[in-house]
């Protein structure tokens, strides 16, 4: 099994910054791809910034220019800089690992963590 850890989250201000981190543990191995989402009260989930394993990265529209996605593949981490948030960046944070496992080599599934709270609120 892998074992996705959320951390960082917070109440800061407008304008603020404020940087996650999502650690994966346990049988892993090989890591595809690992992806922030967010869903604020009352919103369906969506992706926010994705990273593969090659280093390639995609962001939403909405946080395009604002959020850096990066990854440290010996760490098994992967980190997402919020910089000028907006009371709308409001949401609980999830990260998706995608990963095959040492008892299932050839097939890659999807692991959650539990959800960091990012609030921004003057």
């Known amino acids: 099994q892998v074992q996705v850890v959320e951390s960082g989250g917070g109440l800061v201000q407008p304008g603020g910054s404020l940087r996650l981190s999502c650690v994966a543990s346990?049988?892993?191995?090989?890591?595809?791809?690992m992806v922030w989402y967010r869903q604020a009260p009352g919103k369906e989930r969506e992706l926010v910034a994705a990273?593969?394993?090659?280093?390639?990265?995609e962001y939403s529209d909405s946080v395009k220019g604002r959020f850096i996605i990066s990854g440290d593949k010996d760490k098994n981490t992967v980190y997402l800089q919020m910089n000028s948030l907006k009371p709308e960046d409001t949401a609980v944070y999830y990260c998706?690992?995608?990963?095959?496992?040492?008892?299932?080599?050839?097939?890659?599934?999807?692991?959650w963590g539990q959800g960091t709270q990012v609030t921004v609120s003057s």
């Open positions: 998706n690992v995608r990963s095959s496992t040492t008892t299932e080599r050839a097939i890659a599934y999807a692991y």
């Open positions: 346990g049988s892993i191995f090989r890591i595809y791809g």
């Open positions: 990273i593969a394993s090659g280093g390639t990265t």
